[in-house]
């Protein structure tokens, strides 16, 4: 894939993915557009840092460590990435999950 399509592919990703998160959340979350030349997460939600992938061929370590590298004290890394006709998925640190889930008003 040429650079120009690669980056293409990415952008519509990036638009896909905080499409779907504002429609289901009602807010309006944009992505950010000096993130390929920064070095920088794709799309920040709150202390979310997000980094959006669109490859079949997956390299989830290498991304983890992409949007880490990024992120200040307090922030949580989060890797969202979707395959051809899959869903999307996302990958973040257990501890942050467990705070996440501490979080909610579970009744177990």
Known sequence: MTGRTSRNKG???EREFTAIVNAAL????????????EGG???????????????ETLSIMAWCRQVEACCAEGEVPVVA???????WRCVLKLND???????LDLCL
């Not at 009602?26 to 030349?37: D, P």
């Open 41 to 55: 997460d794709d799309v920040q939600l709150g202390n979310y840092r997000i980094e959006v992938k669109r490859r």
């Open 97 to 103: 999950l467990l705070t996440l889930i501490k979080g």
């Open 26 to 37: 009602g807010i309006n979350v944009a992505r950010k557009l000096g993130q390929a030349r």
């Open 11 to 13: 952008a519509g990703a």
């Open 81 to 87: 990435f979707r395959q051809n006709s899959q869903e």
